[in-house]
């Protein structure tokens, strides 16, 4: 049984961190990209951070490039998403994704999220 849970969101101020956890299970997690997304209230679910399978290079959507900083461990089965000085546009729901290509057919699970709300 697959299973991706989040962890790790609340109501921080403005200026602010909090380090949301992804536990993934029922899979080969070491084989797939881990991404986390967001969606705010009235607006479409975005692609926040993205970290491939193997070694390579981290991506990060413009509004959180230098704040925030995605990981994971293979060895535990966790992604990490570490969110520093954050802002109240920041607040959403937030999601852990995970994503394998294989040939022509692509395998894609996502978590239930965990809600993170900037405010003072």
């Known amino acids: 049984q697959v299973q991706l849970v989040e962890s790790g969101g609340g109501l921080v101020q403005p200026g602010g961190s909090l380090r949301l956890s992804c536990a993934a299970s029922?899979?080969?997690?070491?084989?797939?990209?881990m991404s986390w997304y967001r969606q705010a209230p009235g607006k479409e679910r975005e692609l926040v951070a993205a970290?491939?399978?193997?070694?390579?290079?981290?991506n990060y959507a413009d509004s959180v490039k230098g704040r925030f900083t995605i990981s994971r461990d293979n060895a535990k089965n966790m992604v990490y998403l570490q969110m520093n000085s954050l802002k109240p546009e920041d607040t959403a729901v937030y999601y852990c994704?995970?994503?394998?290509?294989?040939?022509?057919?692509?395998?894609?699970?996502w978590g239930q999220g965990t809600q993170v709300t900037v405010s003072s």
């Open positions: 970290i491939p399978s193997t070694d390579g290079s981290t």
């Open positions: 029922g899979f080969a997690f070491s084989s797939y990209a």
């Open positions: 994704k995970a994503v394998r290509s294989i040939a022509t057919k692509q395998y894609a699970y």
